[in-house]
């Protein structure tokens, strides 16, 4: 386990590789690194929707294919296999496309944006079905535009 904080405030920190015997990653484990990709290995069922707050380099988050519980598209984090429900997109990101494929936006009362992202557009597709939770409550200080589907 990744515990929360773990790696805050690690300013330094570019490059990490996650070991096989990782299973959860935690509150804020990523906060504030200069990271700008990482791959979740396939042992890993649980991140905390804030691990990669402020994280702002951040622009690649890679999931082991094997791994059953995140898929990952254009560098975001989906629940399950397919692209169906975003989990949270990479805080370095500028602009986020959602694909097609995504109907839902999970927020479960916390937020899908890590803390301190850089986005300024969001472009929302024709099939989002449901957005949950306090979605665009923290960290949008760059954030000026939302657009839906063409």
Known sequence: MLYAFCFSGCNKLTEIVLPPSIKTIKLNAFQGTKLTSIEIP???????????????????????????????????????????TLYIV???????????????VYGDGDVTWSMGSLLTKITLNANVKGITGRWFLYGFNSLTEITGPE
């Open 90 to 104: 990479a805080p370095g990101l500028t602009e986020y496309t959602m694909p097609e494929e995504t109907t839902a």
């Open 42 to 84: 396939q042992s890993v069922n649980n991140i905390d929707l804030r691990a990669f707050s402020y994280a702002n380099q951040l622009t690649s988050i890679k999931v082991n294919n094997f791994n059953s519980s995140f898929c990952e598209v254009d560098g975001s984090l989906y629940l399950g296999i397919q692209p169906k």
